[in-house]
């Protein structure tokens, strides 16, 4: 492994003679190459370049230059392969950015190339094409021996019959690692020749003509009427004007622009376009708003470190509807003011067009729009902009945390609580925490802002990381939701026939239609249908070292804890109040639309979950005609819970709270009262009294009970409690490992090694260490999945403890292509 780990050094009268490269595998190392004389003077750090990988050819990033091999680099010359090509001369990466990806690479125990390629946008990241052809000996070859059956020939032969063929194809037929293992053998005898060729990202910058205004010609004839309509147009609005646009507007044809041209008046250029995301849609009117005295306390303070231009971190914890985003936008215009740029983070694609409209009304055009669900094409230009310095204020989903804004003065992370800031796949990564880093980084000012903190979150606040700023009262005092629980085990006795809506629930249905007033029936899916519930007396059982649910294993009739691995024999009898109504929960939900349907057909009811949302438009489409009232009623997952404002919602029915409340997650407590705080948030936001009704069987928990109340203060102080008397976060540091393979006793067997490994490693640390338990989805597309937890009140030790562990399992051949860790995972799953 190359030891660069601290020292990005400037290169400026230095040789550019070698160059480390960090390649997107997963890798923690970068690799050191020769840079050919011809582009030393033209690449730089950050440029991406094509190099040679064992029998591939790989896009890399240059992140560090050497004059000479040192010793501490311990390379043999002869052993160092050259950089192919250079592929792009202005690098696209900037210091910073370069800076912040190799830490987060280095917290999260992921990749930095991988970082480095997921930082930018997608239809950037040129691929590289290997092209494989047979030479002059391979045809002899193939001629003597062509009678024979054999890997060789039949790959030969095809290569003969096709001409140069792509790896692609060539996989089509043979498989990858067949072609990978004859085409090197075929290329060491020289029976074959491969190329390689970079192909150019698909992704274009748009261009079309456009017209501008020179100054008057010299000559004497005049222009005619239609022309001179033109001239006073462009003269009006001085910028140069698209000739489509200009047609359009004015209705006139192409000739007289052409004429014009000719005659020396106008110019005719090209002129990059943007693909703007919020093409077509209606803006909202900016509107002059005074602030409260609470938002103007708010402000000032944020304000002090603004001007100073230095590091500041502020949780922001206000109420729905206290006017945060006022605070936000506020906060973004005094930025711009001292020169500087914004950039505010927003979880949910389904938050951004609400959101980046009401920026867009109050900053106008320059706002740039980084979500995942734009057009690669939509990206690519909102990216460039922000490279090129045009956009000061950047609105974006998780990975805008990465976006190229130069200058940066202010990062806000709203709803800083949620789950969709950490990227669940490699590379690993909390939005929310590379935030604090950048801002840090760049003595930027940082505003987290929620209604429901995360408990780290208020926690740091708490110990002073981070400055507490609190709006504790709506906007014009409008009243907050009157929330009520709905204990379904009295529904359960009085025999009801339904089991899944309560007859409070369908009735409040109905008097909320009557009213002509809209209903959000929330379901929450993150359950599992495996855990066991009492439904005379709500209790779920829950593993006694761990106080996690258990969760049912119906082959061995076995309840396990999907933390430490203990089981029981699933009972018969509720262990709590002997009754036989044992409830296997989380079923159901999805007939609740039906149900609701058969029960309502008067109603029109839209469903919007994960399946929708994959269709932006659609999603858009749905959340429109609801908020035009065109929808009675909107059945939807978590996602409906936040950030929309729908005046005329006031019911809102949340089904099956405690499919989310008995997840075997130590933080399901805290997530069910973030859900149930946001969900009550969305009822009566007009000026009619909205209601929350929530089902349960277990209506005294803390978690239901406190957000009846909306008191965040007082679920904190219990929760707290549960996490410091259990050991988790943020008492302690977490990481989760999770090996995950088709055959369970392979993935079980080096999940063996990799414990003993971790003991070994742990001799001194006094880390806890956990498992191999199956993770909670212990089963996912076909494979078993494994989890070892591991936790120590240290983060320093909890690091060892994992370097060690790893380097030592792979010297005990553990395979580590199974096996993925996560450092701070929020979702153990
Ligand atoms: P939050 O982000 O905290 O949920 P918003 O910023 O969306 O709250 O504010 C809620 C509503 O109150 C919005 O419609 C917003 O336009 C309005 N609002 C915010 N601040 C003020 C103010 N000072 N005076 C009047 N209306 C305000
Ligand atoms: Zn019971
Ligand atoms: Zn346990």
Not at 60 to 78: I, Q
Not at 206 to 229: D, I, M, S
Not at 277 to 291: D, E, N, S, V, Y
Not at 414 to 423: A, K, L, P, V
Request: glycine fraction near 6%.
């Amino acid at each position: 492994m190359t030891a660069i780990s601290q020292k990005i050094i400037q290169t400026k009268d230095m040789q550019r003679n070698f160059v480390e490269v960090s390649l997107p595998l997963p890798l923690q190392q970068t690799f050191t190459y020769s840079i050919p004389s011809g582009i030393q003077d033209k690449i730089s750090i950050g440029s991406r370049v094509l190099v040679p990988f064992g029998s591939r050819s790989l896009v890399g990033y240059a992140v560090v230059f050497h004059e000479t091999l040192n010793e501490e680099l311990a390379l043999e010359p002869a052993s160092i392969k050259k950089v192919t090509q250079l592929l792009d001369s202005e690098p696209l990466l900037t210091g910073e950015i370069i800076k912040l990806t190799q830490w987060a690479a280095g917290y999260y125990l992921s990749s930095w190339g991988e970082m480095l390629k997921a930082s930018l946008p997608a239809g950037i990241n040129a691929t590289v094409e290997e092209r494989f052809q047979i030479t002059n000996s391979g045809i002899e070859y193939l001629k003597r021996n062509s009678s024979k059956r054999t890997q060789k020939i039949d790959l030969l032969q095809f290569l003969d019959e096709n001409g140069e063929t792509e790896f692609k194809e060539l996989k089509k037929t043979f498989g990858a690692s067949k072609v990978r293992r004859i085409s090197k053998e075929l290329h060491e005898l020289e029976f074959v020749s491969i190329r390689h060729q970079t192909v150019a990202s698909k992704v274009k910058t748009k261009k079309q003509k456009a017209v501008r205004l020179l100054n008057t010609p010299q000559e004497a004839k005049p222009p005619t009427k239609t022309q001179q309509e033109i001239i006073d147009f462009l003269a009006k609005t001085s910028e140069q004007l698209l000739i489509s646009e200009l047609m359009e507007i004015l209705d006139v044809g192409i000739s007289p622009i052409k004429t014009l041209a000719k005659r020396g008046f106008v110019e005719i250029i090209t002129t990059e376009i943007r693909r703007d995301p919020l093409m077509g849609f209606a803006l909202p009117k900016a509107t002059k708003i005074t602030l409260t005295d609470e938002q103007s306390a708010v402000l000032t303070k944020i304000k002090k470190p603004l001007q100073s231009q230095s590091y500041r971190a502020f949780l922001l914890h206000g109420i729905t509807g206290s006017g945060k985003t006022e605070v936000y936008i506020r906060a973004i215009k005094e930025t711009i003011s001292h020169g500087k740029s914004a950039l505010m983070l927003v979880p949910e694609i389904a938050l951004t067009p609400v959101f980046s409209k009401r920026l867009r009304s109050v900053f106008g055009k320059e706002v740039a729009i980084l979500h995942s669900s734009l057009s690669t094409g939509e990206r690519f230009d909102e990216w460039r902009r922000i490279r090129n310095g045009k956009a000061q204020v950047v609105i974006g989903t998780r990975s805008a945390v990465f976006a190229p804004l130069q200058n940066l003065g202010l990062i806000v992370v709203d709803e800083e609580h949620d789950g969709s800031y950490r990227q669940h796949e490699m590379p690993f990564y909390n939005a929310r925490d590379v935030a604090i880093v950048r801002a840090s980084n760049a003595k930027a000012v940082i505003i987290l802002g929620s209604a429901t903190p995360a408990l780290e979150s208020f926690h740091n606040s708490q110990i002073g990381k981070y400055e507490y700023l609190s709006l504790p009262n709506r906007i014009e005092n409008r009243p907050l939701a009157k929330a009520e629980i709905i204990d379904m085990r009295e529904v359960f006795a009085a025999g009801s026939d339904d089991k899944i809506l309560a007859p409070q629930l369908l009735k409040a249905i109905e008097e909320t239609h009557k009213r002509g007033e809209q209903t959000i029936i929330l379901l929450n899916r993150r359950g599992f249908s495996q855990f066991v519930l009492c439904r005379s007396c709500g209790e779920s059982i829950r593993c006694m070292n761990c106080d996690i649910t258990l969760t049912f294993h119906k082959s061995r009739q076995k309840l396990v804890c999907h933390y430490c691995s203990h089981s029981v024999t699933a009972p018969e009898k509720c262990p709590s109040c002997e009754s036989e109504f044992i409830y296997f929960l989380g079923e159901g939900t999805e007939q609740i639309e039906k149900i609701l349907e058969e029960k309502f057909p008067q109603l029109s009811i839209s469903r919007l979950d994960r399946d929708t949302t994959k269709k932006r438009r659609e999603m858009e489409n749905v959340l429109s005609a609801f908020s035009e009232g065109k929808i009675d009623m909107l059945v939807g997952t978590q996602m409906i819970a936040k950030g929309h404002d729908f005046p005329n919602v006031t019911l809102v029915g949340v089904v099956s709270v405690d499919a989310g409340l008995s997840m075997p997650d130590f933080r399901s407590a805290e997530k069910t009262f973030q859900l149930l705080t946001q969900v009550a948030g969305r009822a009566g936001r007009g000026n009619r009294k909205g209601s929350v009704l929530i089902q349960s069987y277990y209506p005294e928990h803390y978690a239901l009970q406190h957000a009846k109340e909306q008191n965040y203060k007082e679920f904190y102080k219990r929760e707290i409690e549960f996490r410091k008397s259990m050991n988790y976060p943020p008492f302690v540091a977490l990481a989760s490992i999770l090996i995950k393979h088709p055959n369970h006793n392979y993935a079980f067997e080096n999940a063996k090694i990799l414990r003993d490994s971790l003991d070994s490693a742990n001799e001194k640390n006094h880390c806890i260490v956990l498992g191999p338990a199956p993770a909670p989805l212990s089963r996912l597309k076909g494979e078993h999945r494994l989890q070892i937890l591991i936790k120590s009140r240290n983060r320093k030790h909890l690091r060892q403890t994992i370097d060690f562990a790893v380097a030592q399992a792979h010297e005990n051949n553990c395979d580590m292509k199974i096996v993925y860790i996560e450092i701070d995972p929020i979702n153990l799953l």
